[in-house]
């Protein structure tokens, strides 16, 4: 089940992910744009959505498509892939090796699998609903840290979010409640991270998008990981926060950012 939408989503994001590693450190102003304040699209950012749009189209002709950077197509097949051409683009713009190509599939707005590859590192995450997750195909599984004071906590914030008040006061509090904190800027990376067990949990707060979080949302949770809202409710894209962790201390980060 799903073998072949594995298969044509690895290839892709692979495919994409060599794109992206060819030409970066070799990028021109010119082929960075601002789309708005924090937000930066780069011209491989299009070549590698294009790329991934027309090997999935080419396959699954009556699947939907959910971009970053377009290519939007609805469906009545009730299955949708959701696309990150390069998650962590202000990274790959200052040259910083952080950065990935996310793909997911959802079925009736739910994510089945996900695709994560990490261009720099040549790592593929993968998962399946039910199958597990693997890098480069071997299974990996959440961190065993019991104590959020002895954990590595990774905090992202969307471009919708509103104010740096807010991203402060949550920063503070984590930084005084974990043992490590830090900022990638690659949310599909983190929850990778997260699922083989490297961080302990993340935090990303602001509205978010299908194609920032849910091929990352397969993987961690395949791996052991827990996913819910900054309330401990089920995650939904308009949650004011998207917190996972390895299970563990889950209770105890959302205590934290409440």
């Known amino acids: 089940m799903l073998d072949r939408e594995l298969q044509t989503a690895t290839r892709a994001a692979t495919d994409a992910g060599r794109l992206l590693k060819r030409h970066f450190l070799t990028l021109h102003a010119r082929e960075i744009h601002q789309r708005r304040k ?28 959910v971009a970053e950077e377009g290519d939007n197509r609805p469906t009545r097949s009730g299955y ?9 683009t202000i ?64 905090l ?21 409640a974990a043992a490590h904190v830090r900022r990638s800027g690659s949310a599909a990376l983190d929850l990778c991270y997260l699922a083989s067990g490297h961080i302990d949990g ?15 949302i397969v993987i961690a949770r395949e791996a052991g990981a827990m996913v819910s809202d900054g309330r ?10 998207f917190v996972a962790t390895n299970g563990a201390i889950h209770r105890q980060l959302l205590k934290v950012i409440a």
């Open 38 to 65: 924090h937000d930066l699209v780069t011209d491989y950012d299009r070549r590698a959505n294009r790329l991934i749009v027309r090997r999935l189209s080419a396959v699954f002709p009556n699947h939907g498509i």
């Open 80 to 88: 949708t892939w959701a696309i990150d051409p390069l998650d962590g």
């Open 91 to 154: 990274n790959y713009a200052a040259e910083i090796p952080y950065y990935a190509v996310s793909i997911a599939l959802t079925v009736n707005g739910v994510p089945i699998l996900g695709v994560v590859y990490a261009p720099d590192t040549k790592e593929t995450s993968t998962a399946v609903v039910g199958k597990g997750a693997r890098r480069n195909r071997r299974r990996i599984r959440v961190s065993k840290t019991t104590k959020l004071r002895d954990a590595f906590i990774d």
């Open 156 to 176: 992202e914030h969307t471009v919708a979010y509103p104010g740096p008040q807010r991203t402060a006061s949550v920063t503070q509090r984590c930084l005084t």
């Open 202 to 216: 993340m935090v990303l707060s602001g509205p978010a998008n299908a194609w920032d979080l849910y091929a990352g």
């Open 232 to 241: 401990g409710q089920p995650f939904h894209l308009r949650s004011k926060h």
